[in-house]
């Protein structure tokens, strides 16, 4: 049997993904999720304990390390926030709450694990998720574009503070079919006008990003710490026109 993993945002589109195929290959899980009937009925389905909350709420991450366990094999947080407007309306509000969600609680959950990840009898493995709106320039993503920025640099600066104990790694999607992202892809034509726009010609999907946690949670990956690896359809560096 392997190790236990937490996972942050379980309810979500990527995070229930990840959770059954890590279930699927012998992982011992921790989930964790705002709904708690949601959260409840996925632990049950996949024998995982669990811990309802938000980021946001002090002291949460302490609480889901206390109630994961004293050791474990890694970290998965797959919170995130997706709010796209022009500039001018966003509020310093809106600003805080994608750090906080995205960039905060990431770098409070490792921390709140961090003794427990120290203990396992192999090197441990935290996985991140930023943004192609990192690399990419895109209008009306200020702010998550500058949140997802900073888990790319708490990511490098972890993965350097952390070695060789822990490794410390992020996967920066494009646009994915997941709840978080319904609004944008809730008009089919609209849906279909930004697949056109990735040279693989559609969207991603929860399970490109499931499939590529598991890897980086794994011991086929032990050599990776420190990268920032785009799961984007080819959008980050390619251009297949003009």
């Not at 500039?87 to 694990?113: H, I, K, M, W, Y």
């Not at 920066?172 to 693989?200: D, V």
């Amino acid at each position: 049997m392997a190790g236990k993993i937490v996972i942050y945002g379980a309810t979500g589109g990527i995070g229930s993904e990840t959770a059954r195929l890590l279930q699927q290959r012998g992982f011992q899980l921790h989930l964790t999720g705002r709904d708690e009937a949601a959260l409840t009925a996925l632990a049950q389905e996949l024998g995982a304990t669990s811990t309802v909350g938000d980021v946001t709420q002090s002291g949460f991450c302490s609480q889901v390390a206390q109630e994961a366990g004293e050791v474990l094999a890694g970290l998965v947080y797959g919170v995130g926030t997706i709010h796209l407007k022009p500039l001018p309306r966003f509020s310093e509000t809106d600003f805080l709450r994608d750090f906080q969600v995205n960039a905060l609680g990431a770098a409070l959950a490792v921390q709140a694990a961090l003794p427990a990840l120290r203990k396992n009898p192999e090197p441990a493995s935290v996985v991140f998720f930023s943004s192609v709106a990192v690399s990419q320039g895109f209008a009306f993503h200020a702010s998550i574009g500058m949140a997802k920025g900073a888990v790319e640099g708490l990511t490098r600066s972890l993965a350097a503070e952390l070695a060789p104990k822990i490794r410390v790694n992020a996967i920066a999607p494009s646009l994915t079919r997941t709840k978080l992202a319904a609004g944008i892809l809730a008009n089919e034509q609209t849906a279909t006008a930004i697949a056109g726009l990735h040279p693989l010609q559609r969207l991603g999907t929860a399970a490109d990003m499931a499939g590529l946690v598991a890897f980086l949670l794994g011991s086929e990956a032990g050599w990776m710490t420190g990268q920032v690896i785009g799961v984007d359809g080819g959008r980050s560096t390619l251009r297949t026109k003009g």
